[in-house]
């Protein structure tokens, strides 16, 4: 299939992609339909039958605690006449009822009761077309994820090599401190484009550039003192800033360290002072009893990195003990419903209430932390942009805009109907980690 307004140029996009009525659809027909989808927290549904409904487009899928722990999910509609079961979250007691006809369905699916029964044909009740049509679905990371093509590869392949860091990072022990949505006027693939590259970081985070971070400023020469004091500046800027991610722990951990004697070789420097924040934050938090990774060890592997990435809308981004989350769903052709979680460590066997569903805010909600503020003062003139006479296309770096090219890339072969097997090693390349990633000849 011939996909329209494809990637011709490996590093110019044009602009239709964000905005197209038909390229939008195309995307509900062949990737949201193909594609591992975040569908909540397992805070969310801690106890056998509660349920949260996830929506995506036109779609929406029940995720249901089972009796015996594990999480299923199904088409959220009745087998009668279609109505949708449930709504939000909630807890379905003994059994799904529909609210039209009173149909009723087990938690696992299974429907155990069709009123006034005899009024039906009998090849209306075959037994095995009534139940509930099962979603795939799995676990990973503290999160419950959906699929809603059967022969979709399974979660862990499909999100490695993401999934293995964020088991690494431990991040399936962390709980949702908070989780905000901002209804965002852009394209979902604008608004994840935002948070992938490191290029925009000194024009729209200028709080975030602290030049004697990096060892030196103005050519002077490297003071150890001087580095430690910028990093403390730009954990608690990274801090405040997100209202989380680097928790206000970890930020007090390396205050607690100003004064520690560090050589004068910057490299030695950093490296020391690296290594002795990431043991003193890891022994803070493990004589609390939080399940933290050994930072070190991390770092050793080459996995002390702050952003992963589960293609297409699924975002994880640890910082010490902590880390946020973000997920992107398509609205319409220029509306994306972004949400973010700040996900903190908290003592192991420590129950935590289900983290309650948020309002949408507005981009320039006053309530959002500095730094989305930052980014959501950019997209929205962004989006207005693309629809200027004269612009045609964007025009990637590519040693710095890499990742957003290789992504347009995989979305362009699911557009194209290529079957999973095709996919599948492209989709695992985008999951690398994306900052300053260069173009890639993706195997499609």
């Not at 150890?224 to 730009?234: G, K, T």
């Not at 560090?262 to 399940?291: F, M, Q, Y």
């Amino acid at each position: 299939m011939t996909v329209p307004f494809g990637i011709e140029v490996s590093d110019r996009i044009p602009k239709q992609r964000y905005y197209d009525a038909d390229f939008f659809a195309l995307e509900g027909e062949r990737l949201w339909s193909r594609t591992w989808q975040m569908a909540c927290r397992l805070e969310e549904i801690p106890d056998a039958r509660d349920f949260v409904e996830y929506r995506i487009l036109d779609q929406s899928v029940v995720v249901v605690r089972q009796d015996d722990g594990s999480v299923a999910a199904f088409q959220n509609a009745c087998r009668h006449r279609g109505v949708e079961l449930v709504q939000g979250r909630g807890r379905c007691g003994k059994a799904f009822v529909c609210p039209f006809h009173g149909w009723r369905y087990d938690v696992d699916g299974t429907n155990v009761a069709v009123t006034q029964k005899r009024s039906f044909a009998e090849h209306n009740l075959d037994p095995a077309d009534l139940d509930l049509v099962p979603v795939q679905c799995d676990t990973l990371a503290g999160f419950a994820f959906v699929n809603l093509d059967p022969a979709a590869p399974p979660l862990r392949e499909s999100l490695e090599p993401t999934a293995s860091a964020l088991d690494a990072w431990k991040v399936g022990s962390l709980r949702a401190e908070w989780w905000c949505a901002a209804r965002l006027p852009v394209n979902w693939k604008l608004a994840v484009e935002a948070f992938v590259e490191m290029y925009h970081v000194v024009q729209t985070h200028p709080q975030l550039v602290i030049p004697t971070r990096f060892g030196m400023r103005d050519g002077a020469e490297f003071d150890p003192a001087a580095f430690v004091d910028a990093d403390i500046e730009y954990l608690r800027a990274m801090s405040e800033g997100m209202a989380g991610m680097c928790p206000s722990t970890d930020v007090a951990v390396a205050e607690s360290l100003r004064g520690i004697a560090l050589p004068s070789e910057a490299k030695a420097a950093i490296t020391l002072w690296n290594r002795t924040l990431n043991d003193a934050v890891v022994d803070w938090h493990r004589a609390r009893g939080h399940d933290v990774p050994d930072l070190n060890d991390l770092e050793d592997r080459g996995l002390n990195l702050t952003f992963f990435h589960g293609f297409p809308n699924f975002v994880v981004l640890p910082m010490y003990s902590g880390a946020s989350a973000y997920r992107f769903r398509p609205l319409g052709p220029e509306e994306t419903l972004m949400e973010i979680w700040s996900l903190e460590r908290v003592p192991e066997g420590t129950a935590r209430p289900a983290p309650r569903a948020p309002e949408w805010w507005a981009v320039d909600d006053p309530r959002w932390p500095p730094i989305p503020t930052q980014d959501f003062a950019n997209l929205p003139r962004q989006q207005r942009g693309l629809h200027a006479r004269g612009f045609e296309y964007m025009r990637l770096s590519a040693g710095l805009e890499g990742h957003i090219a290789n992504c347009h890339r995989v979305l362009d072969g699911f557009l194209a109907g290529l079957p999973h097997d095709r996919l599948l090693p492209a989709v695992q390349e985008v999951n690398q980690y994306p900052f300053e990633r260069p173009i890639l000849d993706l195997p499609l």
